[in-house]
């Protein structure tokens, strides 16, 4: 009996955790998305403020 709540307990542990994984990769890649645009205008900018081209990029 032991041996099959381990069993279950584990199926049901995988299962929850298969279901929630892909649930965080949406949010975290728009984060991401976000910050990289917000970088590469900055940066940009910064690089024609400070050499007056954007000649290195």
């Given at each position: 009996m032991q041996l099959h709540n381990?069993?279950?307990t584990f199926y049901?542990?995988?299962a929850a955790l298969g279901f929630?994984?892909?649930?965080?990769v949406p949010p975290?890649?728009?984060?991401n998305h976000q910050v990289g645009g917000f970088l590469g205008a900055w940066l940009g900018g910064l690089a024609m403020e400070q050499?007056?081209?954007y000649?290195?990029?």
């Open positions: 381990n069993k279950l049901i542990f995988a929630t994984w892909l649930a965080t975290i890649i728009g984060s050499k007056g081209s000649m290195w990029m």
